[in-house]
């Protein structure tokens, strides 16, 4: 799923969260859980929309999550 977005896509919008940050926090800051990556980019943790599908209640869905990156990324 991943190859069908840009790594400046915007994952959270509320921290301004792109794909290319939960990447590097992976790869860089030794990321292995979705505690972890909110831990180290704050993502997720305002509106919470955009950690994953079920607990999307915005008005316009996300096209991705963080919870989705994160799995893609450390399964590769």
């Given at each position: 799923?991943l190859?069908d977005?840009d790594?400046?896509?915007?994952?959270?919008n509320?921290l301004k969260?792109?794909?290319?940050?939960?990447?590097?926090?992976?790869?860089?800051k030794?990321?292995?859980?979705l505690r972890d990556?909110?831990?180290?980019t704050k993502?997720?943790?305002?509106?919470?929309?955009?950690?994953?599908?079920?607990?999307?209640f915005?008005k316009i869905?996300?096209?991705i999550?963080?919870?989705?990156?994160?799995n893609?990324?450390l399964n590769g």
């Amino acid at each position: 799923m991943l190859k069908d977005f840009d790594l400046d896509y915007e994952v959270c919008n509320c921290l301004k969260v792109s794909i290319n940050d939960i990447k590097n926090s992976i790869e860089n800051k030794n990321v292995k859980s979705l505690r972890d990556l909110q831990e180290v980019t704050k993502a997720g943790t305002e509106c919470r929309h955009c950690i994953f599908p079920e607990g999307d209640f915005g008005k316009i869905k996300k096209k991705i999550y963080c919870k989705t990156v994160l799995n893609e990324v450390l399964n590769g």
